[in-house]
T-cell receptor, first 110, second 113 residues
């Protein structure tokens, strides 16, 4: 079983739509949680960290449910520039290892 | 800011050849990583170095070796390349602390023929 599971999509949504991505992780000892964005043929880059209380950065909202071992990302008012692959990432403090989901592909359509 | 620098960016090898992928970071991070990314598989951890002087296997270490040369540099070696090692390789670094993100190099596209 993979450490981090994501729905691969693809998600094709019109501009202005709201879209949500979900992710589950298997190790209850996980310490830190992130959403990364990866553009085609580029390296992954941090989109936002995910905190227990939930956090928001402009049009992006991340939620963490430790009891259900579940992470979500909500994108409101989608822009064409949001088209990318979104990676759910979990960090296990032991060894400071980062585990990645397979990514969810998003295409925002004009 | 350079961040994480990987070389080379592209490489074609013949089966059985060897090569070393170089990685250097200028952020004074303790932890460094090598990942491979394949379609449908996501990023998989090959080896990591939690701190200078230590290295450990990740999910897919077979066919690879690593060297943490110093705090800045972490190299990945393919001793005898196989077509199954065709992939995009990413080096990353992070501070040794909870909630610190990983920073990635631009990747090396390796093809083994």
């Amino acid at each position: 079983r993979k450490e981090v599971e994501q729905d691969p999509g693809p998600f094709n949504v019109p501009e202005g739509a709201t879209v949500a991505f979900n992710c589950t992780y298997s190790n209850s000892a996980s310490q830190s949680f992130f959403w990364y964005r990866q553009d085609c043929r580029k390296e992954p880059k941090l989109l936002m960290s995910v905190y227990s209380s939930g956090n928001e950065d402009g049009r992006f909202t991340a939620q963490l449910n430790r009891a259900s071992q579940y992470i979500s990302l909500l994108i409101r008012d989608s822009k064409l520039s949001d088209s990318a692959t979104y990676l759910c990432v979990v960090n296990f403090k032991t060894g400071n290892q980062f585990y990645f989901g397979t990514g969810t592909s998003l295409t925002v359509i004009p | 800011n350079a961040g994480v620098t990987q070389t080379p960016k592209f490489q074609v090898l013949k089966t059985g050849q060897s090569m070393t992928l170089q990685c250097a970071q200028d952020m004074n991070h303790n932890s460094m990583y090598w990942y491979r990314q394949d379609p449908g598989m996501g990023l998989r951890l090959i080896y990591y170095s939690a701190s200078e002087g230590t290295t450990d296997k990740g999910e897919v270490p077979n066919g690879y070796n690593v060297s943490r040369l110093n705090k800045r540099e972490f190299s990945l070696r393919l001793e005898s390349a196989a077509p199954s090692q065709t992939s995009v390789y990413f080096c990353a670094s992070s501070e040794w602390a909870v909630a610190y993100e990983a920073f990635f190099g631009q990747g090396t596209r390796l093809t083994v023929v």
